[in-house]
């Protein structure tokens, strides 16, 4: 499937071909950390299947409990997460699809690092639910 998306201040822009039967949700803690949210949305892209349009992503190297070195891409303008790599030698990407334009099309299939998850992420609910923002008060 072809897809395309952006970052929050639009420098970046990109466009991928997926398949959206492999899209995956990690609770780990480091992807609650860096999304800044309950979990991070993923799915995995070979190197010539991801093509940066617009603007140059800035890394972040992370070094994993296995020593492993990986390269975590965002805008450097706005911060958007757009991929998640190995630092030295990149034959994928983890693309975040909460970037991606089709993202109400995808549908992970997988979710891992359950033993991180969130404990009210099951019964997702809350007392209100608004459409849209709510009014600041004064
Ligand atoms: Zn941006
Ligand atoms: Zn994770």
């Not at 492993?68 to 997460?81: D, I, Q, V, Y």
């Not at 998640?84 to 334009?101: F, I, P």
């Amino acid at each position: 499937m072809k897809i395309d998306g952006r970052c929050l201040c639009g420098l970046i822009t990109y466009e991928a071909e997926i398949d959206q039967s492999k899209i995956s949700l990690c609770h780990c803690t480091d992807c609650q950390i860096n999304s800044g949210s309950a979990f991070r949305i993923a799915t995995l892209v070979g190197k010539d299947d991801f093509r940066l349009l617009t603007g140059k992503l800035k890394s972040y190297i992370k070094i994993a409990q296995s020593g492993a070195r990986r390269a975590l891409s965002f805008c450097p303008e706005c911060g958007t997460h757009i991929h998640g790599s190995d630092a030295e030698n990149a034959q994928t990407y983890s693309l975040r699809m909460s970037t991606a334009r089709q993202i109400r099309e995808l549908t992970p299939s997988i979710q891992i690092w359950r033993r991180s998850a969130l404990g009210w992420l099951s019964g997702l609910d809350t007392r209100v639910k608004l459409d849209e923002q709510q009014p600041m008060p004064r």
